[in-house]
Structures are given as C-alpha cells and as structure tokens.
C-alpha cells in the first residue's frame, strides 16, 4: 500500500481525463446527453434464485421481477469472496480482497481505498451511502463524508455492524440518531429524501440493505405469509466441520428460518418498489440506471450446510439485475455471461461517461447488457481467507462456464474438480478420476494463472 495516496489523487484525476471520451456515452441514443442517475440496491445473503420469476410463484417480489421484464438478468453473476465485508468492499473499489485489503468480517477497512462513489462526486454527482457498511464489523465507520468525500453517509454499528431489524440506532453523517420501524423501511425512507434533494446534479445512490441476514425477521406485514410453503428439509453429506456450533438458531428452526428469511426478502422487494414508484412519479425512470444485487449466496441445506463461504454455486452465485430505458429500452434480456461483483464499479462509472481508474481489476458489463458482442471472461478466480471463530478453511477456486477447480490450502478437505455441465449440483468430485487428469492439470494452472494476474 506504500504511495497508495498518490496513486488514489493519480485515479481521480485519471477518471476526470477521460470521462469525456471513455464509458457509456456512445452508446447511449442519439441527443441523449445528460448523465444518468445511478442506483445501486445490495441485499444481505439474497440467493441467486430467490425471486418470483425464477420458478417460485409463492414468493411475491413483483417488483424484482419488473426490473428483470423491463431490463436485464444476468444469470450468472458471481462474487469473488463469498462473504459479507469482503464482497461490500469489492462492489465499492473493483478490486479482489487480497488488494483492498478486506479479507473478512473483522478486517479493517483502508482509509486509502478508493470506491466509484468518489470518483462520481468528483466527476459532480451528489452521492450517498445508506445502509449496511459492516467493513470492519466491530470497530466503527470510516470517515466518509465532506472533504470531497460522499454528500450523505447513513449506517450502524449496533450488533458489530450487522444491525437490527427494528428500532436500528443509526449514524448520519457521523452522528448517532434514533429510528423508528422497519430497518428494510427506515433505510428507504432515507434513499428517498437523498433523491427528492437531488434535483440539481445527477445523484448516485448506494443503498445497502441489512436484510435478509439472520436473525431473519420479516416486516409484521409480510409475516406468516409464506405458512402454506413446504420448505426444505436439511440436506446429506454435511462438511467434517463443526458447522452445528457455528449455526445453531438456523439449525434449531430450519424451517421457520427459511420461510422468515423470504417473508424478509419481500419486505426488501416493497423497498424497490418505492424506488421504481419514485423514479415514474418524477419523471426520471428513463435516466436512471438501477442495478440490484446480493453480497453472496447462502446455502439452505444443500449438502447439509448453511450460510456461505465455500466455493459451491448456491454461496458464490448472487442475483443480478439492471434497468436503463434510455440506453436498454427493450427489456427483458437475459445475459449469461460470468459476471463480477468487482465488474460493478467501472460498469457504473462507464455509464456516467468515466474511466475507470487502472488500479479497478473489473471491467464494465454495459456491452453486455445491450446485447453486443464484446470479449469476456472464460474464467474468473474465488477465493476465501480465514475468518476468527469460523472454521471454514481458506479456499482458491478457478470457476470456467463449464468446470469447476477448489483447492482447500490447508488440505482438510480433498480438492474438489465438478464438470458443471453434467454436474450442476456439484455432487461427483473428479478428481481422482483419471480421464478428469488432463482437465485438473489444465485448472490447476488457469488458477496460477489467475492469481498472478490479480496480484497487487
């Protein structure tokens, strides 16, 4: 990290250099000039399949489900580290958590660190962070706003930094301030009057949600309304780890746990629809570029386990949604590419017509979204640190669209080799397979290859 503050001042003014020529503006319609509106929705443990059009009709989230008819679902969108503070951190900076630095729940987060919202409210945008911030969870917040920092910073450090659902003490703008209700409700309210201020200069919004971490609490509107699900059932074939002592209250009440975390995630899908109902009733919906997102995965008894941070498709796989009319107005795509959450900040910085500073290890997915061909990934790399009182071990993961390499560094577990187009649930380990011999050399060296080209 030694000269990173020159080379934070050196990205802003490298963003500034080329927000005329670089980004989104080419490809947006002719005569349309002005920036567009950005906002970015991050949920806490969202599945990648936990909406209403992804085959659940019990689960009401009509207003998900509207961003995917009207926009884009990227259905295959994953975070590089599947755990709470290290992803937040990669969706603000671009960058792999071996280089910002946030490789678990307790790491600090560096001051140095640049993140996209910077760089916008130097390029004249209002910005604003709202919501779940939880980089470190128990030492506090950053210093995040004035001195050409954010416009508005709202969060909490109740519960080290995870919050509660109700009644969440808060701190705005550095100073602690009681509220009253629903968390999921609160931080909306609090998204709203940042955009209602707004009227001057394009706004980019960053509103981060607690829900659905446990204790998964639903609003009292949304609760027993799911009583009629048949949930799942624990599943087989548990990791040798003592998960039963990590997971206890979700163990205890599997069920009830599952149907409150849904019941929750609809409160957060009545959270976007104050949004959409926002952006219509001010005229703004066409310039406004929306994208929605969960921080990682969660496991629901699949292969007898809960919560994340193994390198399995139900941890690693977030949701992924994007709306911009005025640039994607024909809606419902569907883009199946390998996306990123470090993609999301030169994705967005793209669309307000700046570069991204070089020090981001993503690249924009706006090309994508619109349907042009562009090179892209055929690989990506997962990796996961050691986090105090966990006892899951630390992993590095090379994922291609159609195999999957996970090396367990303290060899407590068998590596793992799956071919996910026969596969897809990761049930038959290959690599003790012979004929597997030729693919498992061929990954092993993607994932050297990999680790050397994210190195900071």
């Known amino acids: 990290m030694d000269g990173f503050k020159f080379n934070r001042r050196d990205a802003l003014k490298g963003a500034a250099a080329g927000a005329v020529a670089g980004g989104f503006a080419p490809l947006m319609k002719a005569g349309a000039g002005a920036k567009p509106n950005i906002i970015f929705i991050l949920t806490d443990d969202h599945r990648w399949d936990a909406f ?9 989230t009509p207003n998900m489900d509207r961003l995917a008819h009207e926009g884009v679902h990227f259905a295959n969108s994953f975070v590089t580290t599947s755990l709470c503070s290290p992803s937040r951190a990669s969706f603000l900076t671009g960058q792999y958590a071996r280089c910002h630095g946030v490789q678990n729940n307790l790491t600090p987060w560096e001051e140095s660190n640049l993140t996209y919202l910077e760089v916008l409210k130097n390029q004249g945008y209002r910005t604003a962070f709202i919501g779940k911030w939880h980089m470190p969870g128990r030492d506090g917040l950053p210093d995040m706003v004035g001195q050409g920092k954010l416009d508005r910073m709202v969060s909490f450090t109740i519960g080290t930094g995870q919050g509660i659902y109700y009644d969440c003490p808060l701190v705005v703008d550095g100073k602690e301030k009681k509220s009253k209700g629903y968390i999921t409700d609160v931080l909306t309210d609090y998204g709203l009057d940042f955009m209602k201020k707004s009227k001057d200069k394009p706004f980019c919004l960053y509103l981060s949600h607690k829900a659905v971490h446990h204790n998964f609490t639903p609003p009292e509107r949304h609760d027993g309304a799911l009583d009629h699900v048949p949930f799942n059932k624990m599943g087989d074939n548990e990791k040798d780890l003592p998960m039963g002592l990590v997971h206890v209250p979700q163990r205890l009440n599997f069920k009830k746990n599952q149907q409150h975390y849904y019941e929750a995630l609809m409160g957060v899908d009545d959270s976007v629809g104050r949004v959409l109902q926002f952006l219509d009733d001010n005229g703004i919906a066409e310039n406004t570029l929306i994208v929605y997102e969960g921080d990682n995965g969660y496991f629901w008894g699949e292969r007898g386990l809960i919560d994340k941070r193994y390198a399995y498709e139900e941890s690693i796989r977030v949701p992924h949604l994007l709306r911009f009319p005025r640039a994607i107005p024909d809606g419902g795509k569907k883009v199946e590419e390998m996306v990123l959450n470090i993609d999301l900040a030169p994705t967005l ?6 570069s991204a500073p070089r020090r981001m290890q993503g690249k924009s997915y706006l090309k994508l979204a619109q349907g042009k061909q562009t090179e892209w990934r055929d690989s990506f790399l997962y990796e996961y640190f050691d986090d105090l009182g966990f006892p899951h071990p630390p992993i590095r993961a090379v994922r291609t669209k159609e195999y999957k390499y996970i090396n367990y560094l303290e ?27 030729p693919k498992l050399r061929e990954l092993k060296e993607e994932l050297k290859r990999l680790e050397k080209k994210f190195s900071c």
Request: net charge negative; glycine share 4%.
């Open 52 to 60: 209403g059009f992804m085959d659940k009709p019990w689960l009401k």
């Open 349 to 354: 910085l793209a669309a307000a017509g700046v």
């Open 411 to 437: 060899d407590r577990f068998k590596d793992e080799l799956f071919n996910l187009k026969k596969d897809p649930h990761e049930q038959n380990n290959l690599i003790d397979d012979p004929q597997a011999a």
